[in-house]
T-cell receptor, first 114, second 113 residues
Framework: EAGVTQFPSHSVIEKGQTVTLRCDPI?????LYWYRRVMGKEIKFLLH????????ESGMPNNRFLAERTGGTYSTLKVQPAELEDSGVYFC????????????FGPGTRLTVT | LAKTTQPISMDSYEGQEVNITCSHN???????ITWYQQFPSQGPRFIIQ?????VTNEVASLFIPADRKSSTLSLPRVSLSDTAVYYC??????????????WGLGTSLAVNP
């Protein structure tokens, strides 16, 4: 079974530019999550989709972040415009319905804003 | 969601049993205890989950005392490949709508030859 995939693996952009991260969850997983780790800090929850609906977006830092999951399959996370503090590793995870504690994580996208 | 406390780091040697203890004094009745493992440059990986007493799978065992205010992840006969960060998480994922995982800094386990 294919795992969660994320693209790109690494992105370096300048402050003020736009970046779009993509996540492909495990096929059949209704739940999709985005997390972020800033260097030296804990992994932080950003938001949770159930199929195409945003179930919880309480962790989104501000309105420069926009997440979508059209059709309930893959998801994108857009940062526009990027700021220096947005640098970090962005993880995507997915889980089956009813098994929220067992989340399958992708390898992450390392975002560097210069 | 309950806050967890675990050692920042631990050292061990190949072939030894490693026990990592996590404190969660304000665990709620409907909270479950879950452990994840993370290797460098990878996403976290689910290891084990339990509610009370003991749970065992092919990777680890999880011991939870009756008061549930702590839990111990036991890794039998560790190898170099078990060097990773181990996270203890507590949450009521089987009840209600809260699905997010709340992370601490984890325990960095170093297994030496």
């Amino acid at each position: 079974e294919a795992g969660v995939t994320q693209f790109p693996s690494h992105s370096v952009i300048e402050k003020g530019q736009t970046v779009t991260l993509r996540c492909d969850p495990i096929s059949g997983h209704d739940n999709l999550y985005w997390y972020r780790r800033v260097m030296g800090k804990e992994i932080k929850f950003l938001l949770h989709f159930v199929k195409e609906s945003k179930q919880d977006e309480s962790g989104m830092p501000n309105n420069r972040f926009l997440a979508e999951r059209t059709g309930g399959t893959y998801s994108t996370l857009k940062v526009q415009p990027a700021e220096l503090e947005d640098s970090g590793v962005y993880f995507c995870a997915s889980s089956q319905a009813g098994l929220a504690y067992e989340q399958y994580f992708g390898p992450g996208t390392r975002l560097t804003v210069t | 969601l309950a806050k967890t406390t675990q050692p920042i780091s631990m050292d061990s040697y190949e072939g030894q049993e490693v026990n990592i203890t996590c404190s969660h004094n304000n665990i709620a009745t409907n909270d479950y205890i879950t452990w994840y493992q993370q290797f460098p440059s990878q996403g976290p990986r689910f290891i084990i989950q339990g509610y009370k007493t003991k749970v065992t799978n092919e990777v680890a065992s999880l011991f939870i005392p009756a008061d549930r205010k702590s839990s111990t992840l036991s890794l039998p006969r560790v190898s170099l490949s078990d060097t990773a960060v181990y996270y203890c998480l507590v949450g009521g994922w089987k009840a209600g709508n809260n699905r997010k995982l709340i992370w601490g800094l984890g325990t960095s386990l170093a297994v030496n030859p």
